[in-house]
């Protein structure tokens, strides 16, 4: 893959048939911090580093979230099994090191923390969860496994992809409304995933910016004057070694 | 005012509010809580307010000024920005209204960060900080387009409000050309990259934007700093730059008597059954030990779904259905705005996560066009969501996995335009109460909510524009998400009891010491941002009693309140 990010080639709704996989390994590894994976476009960034610019009380937030990974009380041993897998599917965690979200959902629901909202149609959101663990070894049951765990990754995706399109039925699955068991399932994962400075790495945000603020946004007549002297700079937009065979440096 | 507009750090400030110069250079949130009245529960106080938002904090400033004894209960806690804010967008979670509501109908509204606020401040804590104000015509669509409601006031009633109140907040903006022209008291802001593209695209096919309308300081403003510009509008503002009541109208209300109850939560606003005046209101405290406040008024303003949950579980044998309810209508035209966004991509960076979210706006589309097929209109914003909003976004596009992951990694190259799309008001989109109940024993609200085929046409017309913006900006890919925002409605105000809750001087027609201040009584919404319209209806009312001229006899009010309708 060329690392041209001016270009939107690489994006799913732009790629070509023959390139319907964009391989994130061909990504950058990271350099500095950790990213999930270690891949990302900002090798030499890590937002963790930023840290003495944040104030007290939101460095103690970030840290914490980091540091003081919460023990899975909510969930019993199997359901947290078949969960975690789920969730490293659906946001493609596929190698360590991995952000621990199943550990913040299980944390959330412990507490009883809501996000306001229940579908009428719906049982509350710990309830959904269980149901949808149920559901997930019920059909691996009907693969041939015991346990969603056990199914392999292609199978795994699978269902997962039945799963966001509603498309799971009997059994837990006729509990629930599917298509929103789905938005619950992904409001809590994608919360977990991108409160998570790891994330913050690879997708070059600024995270906390209280005091410093920002006093570069954007201006169209100043070059590179989107980007603080401190944030990250995407990766190269050309891949070296393509670029080095292409004008016959080598 | 030509010259008003071009003075940046404006040294104009407001004659009746001190709020500003209350405030601490060094330190956030309230600093003179050490010196708030106390009022003994014995004995009762002018006015109970329920909730501390733009409505309830807003009316009650101006009333402690006229010398009336207030408490304002409010379910949340007592903010200190300093201490209790961070710079943090999960962790800001505690600013929402998280307590479950039960959402149904066709297009059930999600509930929760995006539309509910909780805690000393009410939702401005957290709003993105947009303040337009409502077109003239937004009082008058039933006879104008022939559909949904005339509201028992006009613009102009309304218009030296705006005023006042955008000197207090303060706004920052360009020249406004829509609706009543008019100008702001800061000038406009400087935009982010991400806001001119989307500024661009639009001139390109003919739409024309403005920098503002934000209640943002752009100057020196009393004792409050200028806009460091870190994007976190959403999350609170540890700042002070962005307004909310908070800090714009409770330190001059507590310098003037008023109190404020915070983690208290209304449960009934009790009645005098043979008078069938209210008494005060029934709450729980911080220790969960119920209260009653005894008052000679009462003003609910706790938003379109608290609002009507209490006055529905106010019942009492004289009004079994719920107070203000003689007529079934409370509850009803319950309206949310269309806020579909569509994301766009581009060569370069633009980090839209830098400056406040909200940048320029255009209200070109406000107006009904017949052309478009469908009554009233919309208006254009920029908006900005932070990493979990986005990865919201890229999911509603149908993303999950290595392609989620993929969009997420392009975040740097994203800018986002919404729109407000007026909805019409129907009473089927209704709050009601739940079989749940919350942890008090009060039935938790059910909001039910479909659109209709005006709402749908109006969402899609609005669409179109925003992607032909994007295509003549010259974005390379672009996402959809289709969402809601802003809640109001469900306890209107009208002409008569048959087909309203409360009257123009905001009192319930069928409980003569009973106000409703806030976005409850909108009996259209425009396709403006409400907060600075609640303020506004805050600040009419607040002249209305003070000046005795509400719509009752005159003389049963006395100065300091309204002592003389005690039962």
């Known amino acids: ?250 | 005012m030509r010259l008003r507009s071009v003075v940046k750090g404006s040294v104009l400030m407001p004659k009746d509010n001190d709020s500003p110069f209350l405030l601490d250079m060094h330190k956030r949130g309230v600093q003179n809580v050490d010196r708030m009245e106390r009022y003994p529960l014995s004995a009762p106080v002018d006015l109970v307010v329920v909730g501390a938002g733009a409505g309830g904090v807003t009316l009650a400033q101006r009333l402690a000024r006229a010398g009336w004894r207030i408490v304002i209960l409010e379910k949340g806690p007592f903010w200190d920005p300093d201490r209790d804010w961070v710079s943090d967008e999960k962790g800001s979670s505690g600013l929402y209204w998280t307590d479950t509501r039960v959402i149904a109908g066709n297009d059930p509204i999600e509930m929760g960060k995006n539309n509910s606020g909780v805690g000393v401040g009410g939702s401005m804590t957290h709003f993105a900080g947009y303040v337009p104000r409502f077109h003239p015509s937004d009082f008058e669509v039933r006879t104008r387009d022939g559909v949904a409601a005339d509201w028992p006031i006009s613009y102009r009633d309304l218009k030296e409000s705006f005023e006042r109140v955008e000197l207090e907040l303060p706004v920052a903006g360009q020249d406004w050309p829509w609706g009543d022209p008019h100008s702001y008291p800061h000038g406009p802001h400087p935009i982010a990259g991400a806001a001119s593209v989307a500024w661009q695209g639009a001139l390109r096919c003919g739409i024309e934007m403005r920098v503002g309308p934000v209640a943002i300081t752009n100057g020196v403003f009393g004792h409050r700093p200028h806009c460091i510009y870190r994007g976190f509008c959403l999350q609170g503002c540890k700042v002070n730059a962005k307004a909310s009541p908070l800090i714009t109208h409770l330190p001059d209300a507590i310098e003037y008597g008023v109190e404020v109850r915070a983690n208290c939560m209304a449960t009934r606003v009790q009645i005098d059954e043979s008078s069938g005046r209210c008494t005060g209101v029934t709450y729980v405290d911080g220790d969960d030990i119920e209260r009653f406040q005894p008052a000679d008024a009462v003003a609910v303003c706790g938003y379109a779904i608290e609002t009507p949950r209490l006055l529905l579980h106010s019942t009492s044998r004289r009004f079994p259905n719920g107070l203000g309810n003689q007529s079934d209508q409370v509850g009803r035209y319950a309206m949310v705005q269309g806020a579909t966004q569509v994301a766009a991509r581009f060569p370069q960076e633009l980090r839209m996560y830098k400056a406040p979210p909200p940048e320029v706006s255009s209200e070109q589309f406000y107006e009904t066009d017949e052309s478009r097929g469908f009554a009233r209109g919309f208006s254009l914003q920029t908006v900005a969501p932070l990493p979990i909003d986005w990865a919201e976004h890229v999911q509603a596009d149908g993303h999950w996995g290595q392609a989620l992951r993929e969009y997420m990694r392009d975040y740097a190259h994203w800018t986002v335009l919404g729109v407000l799309c007026e909805f019409l008001p129907l009473p089927e989109n209704r709050v009601t109460l739940a079989s749940e109940t919350d942890r008090h024993g009060m039935p938790v609200a059910n909001f039910s909510y479909s659109l209709c085929e005006n709402d749908k046409r109006n969402v899609a017309c609005a669409t179109k524009v925003m992607e032909a913006i994007w295509e003549n900006a010259g974005a390379q890919d672009t996402l959809k998400i289709d969402r809601y925002a802003h809640l109001v409605g469900g306890a209107r105000m009208g002409f008569s009891p048959d087909d309203s809750v409360v009257d123009s001087s905001h009192r319930a027609w069928d409980c003569p010491n009973l106000f409703l201040c806030d976005g409850s009584v909108f009996p259209t919404e425009g396709a403006a941002n409400p907060a600075l319209v609640i303020m506004a209806l805050a600040d009419r009312l607040a002249a209305l009693l003070k000046a005795k001229r509400v719509s009752r006899p005159a003389d049963a009010l006395r100065k300091g309140g309204l002592a003389s309708l005690r039962p």
């Open chain 1, 1 to 250: 893959m060329r690392y041209d990010f001016a270009e939107a080639h690489h994006l799913p709704n732009r790629r070509v048939p023959e390139q319907a996989h964009a391989d994130p390994y061909d990504l950058p590894r990271q350099r500095r911090g950790v990213t999930p994976q270690m891949h990302g476009r900002y090798p030499d960034y890590d937002v963790l580093e930023q840290s003495d610019h944040w104030d007290a009380v939101t460095r103690r937030v970030v840290f914490e979230r980091v540091s003081n990974v919460p023990e899975v009380r909510f969930f019993d041993g199997r359901e947290a099994e078949t969960l975690t897998v789920l969730a490293d599917v659906v946001l493609a965690q596929d190698a360590e090191p991995r952000i621990p979200v199943l550990a913040y959902v299980d944390e959330k629901l412990f507490k009883g923390e809501r996000d306001g909202y229940r579908y009428f149609d719906m049982p509350d959101d710990d309830e959904t969860w269980r149901r949808v663990a149920r559901g997930l070894d019920e059909e691996a049951r009907r693969l041939g496994q015991d346990r969603f765990a056990l199914l392999g990754v292609g199978e795994q995706v699978e269902v997962c992809h039945r799963f966001a399109n509603g498309e799971l039925f009997g059994g837990a699955w006729d509990t629930l409304n599917v298509s929103r068991a789905w938005s619950v399932v992904m409001r809590y994962l994608l919360q977990a995933f991108y409160s998570h400075p790891w994330a913050w790495n690879e997708i070059g945000f600024g995270g906390p910016a209280y005091p410093r603020g920002y006093s570069r946004f954007g201006s169209p007549h100043l070059d590179s004057a989107e980007r603080e002297e401190w944030e990250g700079k995407e990766a190269y937009a050309r891949d070296p070694v393509g670029d080095a065979q292409e004008r016959g440096l080598e």
